[in-house]
């Protein structure tokens, strides 16, 4: 039975979230204070967390900073009632799997919660048949702990910076579209959204690449989309 953690201070929301959860034999924890949230999530196992950005004694961004910052990094689903492209970002850069705008529809917001667990299950298959680490000249990503090593120096990646970076290095060589990558990495198709890719390419670039204007690794297929170097 997979375990989900829902932090939002909204009863409606909450109520709402449990009983589609609950339909999908989920087993649901639920917290309405953004502190007591975070320490549920740190003492426990999930394999969700829905979070709302908007808490009480600590926000969801915080949550999601500290969490990360402690290894913990179980996906997470964030939520907002902001619609600002700039928020998003935020969400994602402190480390969240994906995000959903208040007010959404329950039939999306099942969808991603699927695609999420989908995905990890996914993950974990395939970190469970490799778990050793690939090495590429002074750069190493260790799948099992989820680290990166960049001239003997850890690199901080976010979740979805980790998983497009492996996906993009166990398939050295092979070109993959914006939309391909869409799909294996959000989990579904996240249709008008192409340049999300590429603004985690960008960053993904920017924190393992000498010259992210000149990339070693991680090239562009220009036409395709994006590949890993496979002559190093």
């Known amino acids: ?17 449990q009983i589609h959860l609950k339909d999908l034999g ?23 967390i829905i979070l709302d950005i908007m808490l009480p004694e600590m926000d969801g961004i915080a949550i999601c900073q500290r969490l990360r910052a402690l290894d913990n990094y179980t996906p997470i689903l964030m939520i907002t009632a902001k619609s600002e492209e700039i928020d998003k970002v935020i969400g994602l850069e402190s480390g969240a799997d994906d995000y959903i705008t208040k007010p959404f529809k329950i039939r999306e917001f099942i969808a991603r919660v699927k695609a999420i667990i989908r995905r990890q299950d996914q993950f974990a298959l395939l970190a469970e048949k490799d778990v050793g680490s690939l ?10 702990k989820r680290k990166v090593i960049l001239d003997q120096k850890r690199v901080e ?23 391909e990558l869409l799909e294996l990495i959000w989990g579904y198709d996240f249709s008008g959204y192409e340049h999300t890719v590429n603004a985690h390419i960008n960053r993904l670039r920017s924190k393992v690449e000498q010259d992210p204007n000149s990339p070693n690794y991680i090239l562009t297929t220009w036409g395709v989309g994006y590949r890993f170097n496979d002559e190093l």
Do not use: W
């Open 135 to 144: 090495r590429f000249s002074s750069l190493e990503i260790d799948e099992k």
């Open 1 to 17: 039975m997979k375990k989900v953690l829902v932090v939002e201070d909204d009863p409606n929301i909450s109520d709402l979230i």
């Open 26 to 48: 989920y087993e649901i924890q639920v917290q309405n204070n953004g502190k007591k949230g975070f320490e549920e999530a740190h003492k426990n196992q999930f394999d969700l």
């Open 157 to 179: 990646l976010t979740p979805k910076e980790f998983d497009l970076l492996m996906l993009l290095a166990r398939n050295p060589g092979r070109s993959y579209s914006r939309g």
